[in-house]
């Protein structure tokens, strides 16, 4: 063998006196990027759809007749004057997402982003990142800059829902953003500025995690800035007749079939029940009426489930009204 290197051996000397200089000259380019403003439209946001508002129900069956929930609704005019954070409070079912989503589509914000983050789904080592990003090498054997929601939905508006879930070093950078509207990626340093409504929603007693030491005070008196507390289905049920019937239109348009009308006596079965899971088993209900085309299907369970906490005269008089045929059956074909 001669003194000389061979060509391969040139190649990968080559590669290493290189390596250092491109090492040095890209992680400048990367903290020059990080540190300048972004300009360009994220690519989560290039696909963004704004929400329609005909997606969503009237002021109506939002809203009903009750005077609880005519205090949530002009309550909800005055937050729209504003970006104040709001907290919505009610049981499960109670149409918290919905009111969040109305609040976002009658605002200025309306053409922005509405992006939820549901915080009870999500470990809580992963929310950090999921909310406000991370940088690189922020987690091992990740090399990608992620954004977060809070730059994703700039100019628009971010749905939390169970807030409560909310970890402590993550209760803590929401509250730097609720305060001044500026935070700083996970593993990352320098703080960036956001400029998006913040909307959060929970089933539970929030005071109560509190005083377990679950949850920050501070952030829960700046949540609450604007606080709605949505009252469930069985103390306005006289909006169930509004209620039902967009649903019945809804969900006859979702499945292909003709609109069905609700029968007196199923109205009045209807009304006679609590709804543990308030709006979102009525609408469990509704979807089994709409595909099976009958009252049936209603009827004689709820009979049943009120048979078994009603009194003797009750449970005579609603299966009496079974009995004579009140509930509407399906209609039949007689072949030729």
């Known amino acids: 063998m001669n003194g000389s290197a061979s060509p ?39 696909h963004f759809v704004p929400i329609d508002p005909k997606d969503l129900p009237g ?56 992006l939820k983050l549901n915080c009870a789904a999500i470990p809580a080592g992963l929310l950090e990142g999921e909310l406000f990003g991370y940088e690189k090498r922020a987690f091992i054997g990740d090399n990608e800059i992620k954004r977060g929601m809070v730059e994703t ?3 628009g508006t971010i749905f939390l829902d169970e807030v409560g879930e909310l970890d402590w070093a993550t209760q803590l950078k929401l509250l730097r953003l609720l305060q001044n509207g500026r935070f700083v990626c996970a593993g990352g340093t320098e703080e960036r500025s956001a400029h998006v409504r913040v909307i959060c929603a929970t089933n539970c007693d929030l005071q109560v995690a509190v005083q377990k030491h679950a949850l920050r005070p501070d952030l829960l008196a700046c949540l609450r800035t ?45 009304k006679q029940w609590n709804w543990p899971g308030n709006l979102r088993e009525l609408e469990n209900w509704i979807a089994r009426i709409v595909v099976f085309g009958t009252e049936e299907v209603l009827g004689y369970e ?31 074909h007689s072949g030729s």
């Open 8 to 46: 391969c051996e040139e190649t990968r000397y080559a590669s290493m006196s290189r390596r250092p200089n491109f090492g040095r000259t890209r992680a400048n380019e990367d903290r020059r990027t990080m540190a300048k403003p972004q300009t360009s439209m994220p690519a989560e946001r290039a």
């Open 59 to 114: 002021d109506a069956v939002i809203f009903g007749r009750t005077p609880s929930m005519r205090e949530i609704r002009a309550t909800v005019e005055r937050a729209l004057q504003s970006d104040l954070p709001v907290l919505i409070q009610g049981e499960s079912g109670t149409g918290k997402e919905v009111i969040a989503k109305f609040l976002h589509v009658r605002s200025r914000r309306r053409d922005m982003p509405f």
């Open 153 to 155: 939905a700039e100019e």
């Open 226 to 270: 604007i606080n709605l507390h949505l009252s469930p289905l069985r103390e306005r049920k006289e909006d169930i007749p509004e209620i039902c019937e967009y649903l019945l239109s809804k969900l006859a348009k979702e499945f292909g079939k003709e609109t069905p009308r609700l029968s007196p006596a199923a109205l009045n079965l209807l």
């Open 302 to 332: 709820l009979v049943r489930k009120l048979s078994s906490t009603g009194s003797a005269t009750g449970r005579k008089h609603r299966v009496g009204h079974l009995k004579e045929g009140a509930l509407r059956r399906p209609r039949r």
